[in-house]
């Protein structure tokens, strides 16, 4: 391997060739040294794993970004485990592209697999390759000069199955839309089975959400649209697989990576998640700004919700942006205001009725509540979404409980 660096420009990249003749990988590099970017250039004689690793220096390994271009025609399975070290080794922020001497349908379909956004086949053609940079040149000026307002992930969490985190993360994502024309995506991150869409009654089947993680290195506004179902509303949605097992954990640096992306895509970005504190969910709970905790006043909830506020303030997370929520609140149970926020030492941040026969109903014809109707369940979750859009946290006590904040603490 031979290490090379440049220094011409203020994005910084790391080049990598593997298996490819000095002759060819200079022409490579020329071609990329044309864009005015920062390269640091690695180029691999023979191929790399994550067993038979390369030297790379310190600048190659520390850039944000890489594009690798890998040779598919000496060895398959070696260029496929060679893809599969790279896109680890960048978290998958790796633009792949498989060089091959034809165009032989089943090489691109195994390297795409490997994670290969390009290939290059029938030799290498300078015009395809530097098309190929200016897409990425374009991509990611735009994303090192882009200079908004990032918006919100605000993850939804349930203490336990049944306590209607879905209902509530589909109908506050929906109510931002209606009354507030902000621009939201809903994610459904459950592995498997989630009910997002079928809440909405809208078909997500087509893509994932895990699919989109995935395709981390392709991943532009671009191809986020063909991964999007709709509601009539004009909430967007990325969908759950609605098929069993099968599904491989997502890398927990490309989920928040992808987070990253789609907060500067939407005003709002709600995330529906499973209830496990595992590797993945956590990254998405360290990659947003407000975390709802979601519970109903019985004793198994509330006794899920206390372990679950213990193991999050034992970490390095933020607990600051932990809000518990009470679903199915009512006078007549047995357990209090005060009695919950004792067990969970934690204020409630929001109490929510029991509107459960109306919720049923609306997951029963797949239509959400409109929030014009008004009934005791939509008038809170729209002064929920006004809190939130004014960046204040609704509160149910006119004094907030100090104390119980300080105490836990």
């Known amino acids: 391997m031979i290490p090379i660096q440049y220094n011409s420009g203020l994005i910084s990249v790391a080049l990598i060739t593997v298996s490819l003749d000095a002759r060819l990988a200079d022409e490579i ?60 080794l960048f978290s998958g922020n790796a633009a792949m592209v498989a060089l091959s001497a034809n165009r032989d349908p089943d090489l691109m ?14 030799g290498f053609d300078e015009a395809e390759f530097s098309e190929m940079l200016v897409r990425l040149y374009q991509r990611w000026s735009a994303k090192s000069a882009r200079n908004i307002a ?28 209606l009354c507030h024309q902000k621009k939201t995506l809903l994610i459904d991150n459950h592995p498997q089975l989630g009910h997002a869409c079928i809440y909405l009654g809208i078909d997500g ?21 063909g991964y999007i179902a709709t ?22 640096s490309s989920l928040a990576q992808t987070l990253d992306f789609l907060r500067g895509e939407y005003d709002y970005v709600i995330v529906d998640g499973p209830s496990s504190l595992d590797e993945t969910n956590l990254a998405v709970i360290d990659a947003s700004n ?19 506020v213990d193991s999050l303030s034992q970490g390095e997370h933020d607990i600051e942006k932990v809000k518990v929520v009470i679903n199915r609140f009512s006078a007549q149970h047995a357990l209090t205001v005060e009695q919950i926020e004792k067990a969970i ?21 797949g239509e959400p509540i409109n929030p014009k109707q008004k009934t005791d369940f939509s008038v809170p979750i729209v002064k929920w979404a006004n809190t939130l859009v004014g960046s204040v946290m609704p509160t149910e006590d006119a004094e907030p409980k100090k104390s119980l904040f300080s105490l836990w603490k």
């Open 29 to 88: 590099a020329d071609s990329v040294l044309k864009l005015s970017w920062a390269v640091h250039r690695a180029d691999c004689e023979g191929y790399i794993s994550s067993v038979k690793r390369p030297p790379f220096s310190h600048p190659v390994r520390s850039s944000p970004a890489c594009i690798a271009v890998i040779n598919f025609d000496e060895d398959v399975e070696q260029a496929v485990a060679a893809a599969a070290y790279i896109q680890e």
């Open 205 to 225: 089947s087509r893509y994932h959400f895990n699919e989109l993680v995935r395709n981390l290195s392709r991943l532009d506004s671009d191809l986020l649209r």
């Open 109 to 122: 379909l195994r390297a795409m697999r490997a994670g290969c956004s390009e290939f290059i086949g029938g």
């Open 231 to 252: 509601h009539s509303s004009g909430l967007e949605v990325l969908a759950s697989p609605d098929v069993c097992g099968g599904q491989k954990a997502l890398d927990p």
């Open 345 to 365: 030492r934690l204020p409630i941040a929001i109490k929510l009725p029991n509107g459960y026969a109306e919720v049923t109903r609306s997951a029963i014809l």
């Open 150 to 177: 990032l918006g919100e992930v605000v993850t939804f969490f349930g203490a336990k199955g049944g306590v209607g985190t879905t209902t509530l993360a589909v109908h506050l994502a929906m109510y931002l839309v």
């Open 290 to 308: 407000l975390l709802y905790l979601v519970a109903t006043p019985e004793i198994a909830a509330i006794r899920d919700l206390s372990r679950y």
